[in-house]
Nanobody
């Protein structure tokens, strides 16, 4: 059974840093890309970026600079810095079966999703 479980969300002040974690089980990350997405009420889910099967990373243009994705053996991280109120969202991790290929890093391509962790940035 494939599971992705996010954690690390919470209430943060603007300018702070936060690291989210996604524990992945039931799949081999050597054959999957894992992406981070976020969603606020009334808006479509948007991509943050992905880490590919080989550890390479891709970031959505608007997310470059303040977001860093990394991974361990079965855990994928999203490091966020210089947090802004507009970063407030539910953050989801998702996995896409890519084999040795690359992911387009879009939500429609993901095979498995976590349930999300809420991040609130407010003074």
């Amino acid at each position: 059974q494939v599971q992705l479980v996010e954690s690390g969300g919470g209430l943060m002040q603007p300018g702070g840093s936060l690291r989210l974690s996604c524990v992945v089980s039931g799949i081999n990350l050597n054959n999957y890309a894992v992406g981070w997405f976020r969603q606020t009420p009334g808006k479509e889910r948007e991509g943050v970026g992905c880490i590919m099967h080989d550890g390479g990373t891709y970031y959505v243009d608007s997310k470059k600079g303040r977001f860093t994705i990394s991974r361990g053996a079965n855990e994928v991280y999203l490091q966020m810095t210089s947090l802004k109120p507009e970063d407030t969202a539910v953050y989801y991790c998702a996995a896409e079966s890519t084999g040795w290929g690359a992911s387009r890093c879009v939500s429609s391509g993901m095979n498995y999703w976590g349930k999300g962790t809420r991040v609130t940035v407010s003074a």
